[in-house]
């Protein structure tokens, strides 16, 4: 997003109530606990704290996220469903909520994001790196846990979204992946 849309993000999300904050809020555990990996990269929101849990609220307890698009209304509902509790929605600008992704989701999170294009990277360390990978180490990486939630990523959107099909095809540079609906 350029720098007119994300102003322009901050300044619609103010107007309608809802807080933009200028450096991500510190996390705390029992709130990032609610909220499984693969659903935060899917809903791009990562859980800040548990409000009224310890007094900071006002009335019930309500899970506190950071979203990267907080005009996302139906990832808020998703998300209260999920988690049996309503959701405040806070804003941040995309590379802090990117960053506030990695630090708490970890490098699965990040590598599953960025796959599926929801955080970009630069491709040259990348391709640089391909040429020295080996077949014993294919064979590896097929069973790390990343590349597995990467699959049950895909295939869980598959179900959400009732396809019969998933379709994964590779091109030099891009893989595009068609579900048939």
């Known amino acids: 997003m350029t720098e007119n849309g994300q ?12 807080e933009w904050l200028r450096e991500a809020p510190p996390v705390r ?5 609610m909220v499984p990996a693969e659903v935060a990269v899917r809903l791009k929101v990562v859980p800040v704290r548990i409000a009224g849990s310890n007094g900071d ?4 307890e309500a899970l506190v996220v950071v979203m990267r698009d907080p005009l996302d209304l ?12 309503p959701v405040v929605r806070l804003g941040l600008d995309e590379e802090e909520f990117d960053q506030l992704l990695r ?20 491709t040259g360390e990348i391709e640089h790196n391909l040429d020295a990978i080996q077949t ?6 097929a069973e790390e846990p990343s590349l597995i939630n990467l699959v049950n990523l895909l295939l869980l959107e598959a179900i959400r979204s ?5 379709h994964i095809e590779p091109f030099e540079n891009d893989l595009v992946i068609k579900y048939r609906i």
């Open 57 to 60: 609220g006002q009335g019930g």
């Open 103 to 122: 630090d708490n989701y970890g490098t699965t999170a990040a590598r599953m994001a960025e796959r599926l294009g929801g955080i970009e990277k630069d």
């Open 136 to 141: 014993d180490d294919l064979h590896r990486m």
């Open 7 to 18: 102003a322009e993000l901050s300044e619609r999300c103010q107007a309608l109530g809802i």
């Open 29 to 33: 555990d029992e709130a990032l606990r």
């Open 74 to 85: 139906s990832a808020a509902d998703e998300l209260g469903a999920l988690t049996g509790l």
């Open 162 to 166: 009732r396809a019969s099909d998933v």
